[in-house]
């Protein structure tokens, strides 16, 4: 009997683990709007995460007006219909990946959490 339950178990757990890797566009864990911008290729349409700043349709990586970086690794972000961000605010976005108008990456939001 305790071997039946210790082959079930293992069965469960490697259907699991199989069934967890089923979806290669979603990733796991927060990103910086710079990586998305650096590695644009690499986050192509995928959802995924992004903790920063929003102002004016951008997710900033601070607010700090000394940071000479605060443009070149800022992204742009599409908010779904309804929802409403504020300038100066932190935020979790998340969404999918795509080449905004200015050949940068843009984050279509499909949830976005105030942090």
């Known amino acids: 009997m305790k071997k039946q339950f210790i082959i079930v178990g293992i069965i469960v757990l490697l259907v699991c683990v199989g069934l967890s890797g089923c979806n290669e566009n979603v990733l796991v864990g927060d990103l910086s709007p ?12 995928k959802t995924v995460t992004v903790r920063g700043y929003y102002s004016l349709g951008l997710i900033l990586p601070s607010i700090d007006a000394n940071n000479p970086n605060i443009l070149t690794e800022a992204i742009q972000v599409q908010l779904p219909e309804g929802i409403k961000c504020y300038d100066s605010s932190q935020y979790r976005f998340t969404g999918v990946v795509v080449v905004g108008m200015f050949g940068y990456a843009c ?9």
């Not at 984050?107 to 942090?115: G, R």
């Open 34 to 45: 710079g990586e998305v911008r650096q590695h644009t290729d690499k986050y192509l349409g």
């Open 107 to 115: 984050l279509n939001a499909t949830h976005v959490e105030p942090i």
